[in-house]
């Protein structure tokens, strides 16, 4: 998840120990680092992180010499909105140029490229390595066959890394990236909703912030889109996770940052890159600006939009009053600045960067409004047809995301391997399920595609993905919570009216779960201590995960502990 603070993520370049001690031993009268590539991504544990190649060079004018070395070290894949390929940075870390500002770095106008005729797989080493150029590279056959952009002009490649597209159209916010990395992009907008001469797009505040929001729902409205791609980053990176798993091979993939415009559609840019080789006729490009569309005309289909927050109702300490026309999440301007935070929101005011380097970014945007006109806003007929559409996108995404894909997305949702704590609770519910005392099922809130995770309907970032899993057992009904972070601590609440838990989207508990973490932070122990009644349920058992020596121990002493709970619970 993404660090707590992350307005500091570091524009210095840290390095570890190991990197000096080896750098250390290279006489260069001056020494200075380069950002020679970025690298495939992978998990450790539920955290993204990415290989970035640095070079030890001896001056900073894309001149590389035979005993440069380069390293390969690790980096949360949202710093790579610090990190980019062509930087600069003195011995120690300090960051000197990025290719916009570098002297060296030439710019080639008014090229042309499209998905379909430049789409391109490179292989590195045959392409870059075995004395071909001089650009610099680690152990060549680690970087293996590569999806670029790749232009033939006059004889000369220009060779535009996947990495260079991700810089300019999705690292415009550190939660920006996390947004389409982690997949909260597509539960969290509601593509749009056109009502007469409106578009209106939902977003939901528990799951994404408002500054996010008003970033990535432009894409809606981009000539030429193919949304699709956007939420493909995601997916495909799973999938080929998975696939390596399959195939006993390293569990690393590239992250298809590809154009988000449909395969034909012709795209004008300028490309900042520098030769690689003697001849000058294989380039590097370490950035891209000045994109437009010709086929078009503008960049996007509307002039303006609004956006509407589905999670618009902020609930205050008094269970029974609720306080409407609330906007959660970052309060802002229409030009997208910030203004203020609330005291209590769903995203908990998470706290972001955005890039302002002196780099072209994708900031165009359509004019977008945080309020609906009077004319659709008192309309009964807009009211229905829009929670109609919004229930309707839902369903579509869920068909979407087809049993096929459930191995690659459990892997990161608690299975992949190491995650004996949460195989313990999942193997614990097996169980419970075979029991003729219970009658046992899994439920959910926001359910993350086909995993048996929901969504926090607090704080996603914050709090992680939760398991809730109902138990009826003598009339009485039960759900087991658990959240799926490093504090191992689970909670099971008693429902105190008849009936169940609705298995999609309880309403109550939603609330309820919302109270527990923002004010109470999932203490269990302290709410099972008070008996305190949450929207129609107390918490009557708080319990650690107690690791044994093996993992069946571990499953028999946490269902052991699980039945007591619950039986002590219906005998009072």
């Known amino acids: 998840m993404l660090p707590k603070k992350t307005q500091n993520l570091p524009r210095a370049l840290k390095l570890r120990p190991w990197v000096y001690e080896e750098a250390n031993k290279i006489e260069f009268k001056n020494k200075f680092w380069f950002i020679s590539w970025l690298g495939k991504s992978y998990y450790i544990n539920d955290t993204i992180y990415r ?79 075995k004395g071909r150029t001089y650009y610099p590279l680690n152990s060549t056959e680690i970087y293996g066959d590569v999806a670029c952009y790749l232009v033939d002009i006059d004889n000369s490649k220009y060779i535009i890394p996947m990495n260079v597209i991700q810089s300019y159209f999705y690292t415009l916010s550190s939660m920006t990236l996390y947004n389409l990395i982690y997949g909260v992009f597509v539960p969290g907008i509601v593509k749009p909703y056109k009502f007469e001469e409106y578009a209106v797009v939902a977003f939901r505040s528990s799951l994404i912030s408002t500054l996010e929001a008003r970033i990535l729902s432009k894409f809606y409205f981009l000539n030429g889109v193919e949304i699709k791609k956007l939420y493909q980053i995601r997916r495909t990176f799973l999938k080929n996770l998975l696939n390596n798993r399959k195939n006993n091979q390293e569990e690393k993939a590239y992250i298809d940052y590809t154009l988000p415009f449909k395969k034909n559609v012709q795209v004008e840019m300028s490309l900042h890159y520098h030769p690689v080789d003697l001849e000058e006729n294989i380039n590097m490009v370490y950035a891209i600006s000045n994109i437009l569309l010709p086929a078009y005309g503008s960049l996007f289909e509307s002039d303006n939009y609004i956006l509407r927050d589905d999670d618009k109702v902020l609930f205050i300490d008094n269970e029974d009053i609720v306080s409407e026309g609330t906007t959660l999440g970052i309060q802002h301007h229409y030009n997208g600045q910030e203004v203020s935070n609330t005291p209590f929101t769903n995203n908990d005011a998470i706290l972001n960067v955005k890039e302002n380097d002196e780099g072209p970014k994708f900031y165009e945007s359509p004019s977008i409004s945080d309020a609906l006109p009077t004319k659709i806003k008192n309309s009964v007929s807009f009211e229905n047809s829009f929670v109609r559409h919004i229930n309707m996108y839902d369903e579509f995404i869920s068909s979407h995301n087809s049993n096929s894909e459930t191995g690659a997305i459990n892997l990161i949702y608690g299975l992949s391997k190491g995650k004996d704590y949460m195989l313990a609770i999942l193997s614990v519910f097996e169980l419970l ?138 005998e009072k």
């Open 51 to 129: 290989d970035v190649y640095i070079t030890l060079c001896n001056n900073t004018h894309f001149k590389f010499q035979k005993n440069s070395k380069t390293f390969c070290v690790q980096f949360r894949e949202e710093y790579t909105i610090r990190l980019k390929q062509g930087n600069y940075y003195d011995y120690l870390g300090k960051f000197l140029s990025s290719v916009y500002n570098h002297e060296n770095i030439r710019i080639k106008n008014n090229v042309l490229i499209s998905r379909e005729n430049n789409g391109a797989i490179i292989n590195i080493d045959n392409l870059l390595g």
């Open 433 to 570: 399920e075979k029991s003729a005392e219970f009658k046992c099922k899994y439920i959910y809130l926001k359910r993350q595609e086909t995993s048996k995770f929901s969504y926090d309907p607090f704080n996603f970032q914050d709090n992680g993905s939760i398991l809730l899993f109902m138990i009826e057992f003598n009339d009485s009904c039960f759900c087991i919570i658990v959240r799926n972070n490093k504090s191992n601590r689970i909670g099971i609440i008693k429902r105190l009216i008849t009936g169940v838990f609705d298995e999609e989207n309880d309403e109550k508990l939603k609330l309820g779960l919302i109270k527990i973490s923002r004010d109470y932070h999932y203490n269990w122990s302290k709410l099972k201590t008070s008996k305190l009644k949450i929207h129609d349920f107390i918490v009557v058992d708080a319990l650690n995960n107690k690791e044994r020596d093996t993992l069946e121990e571990t499953v028999e002493n946490l269902h052991k502990r699980i039945l007591k709970g619950i039986k002590d619970s219906v």
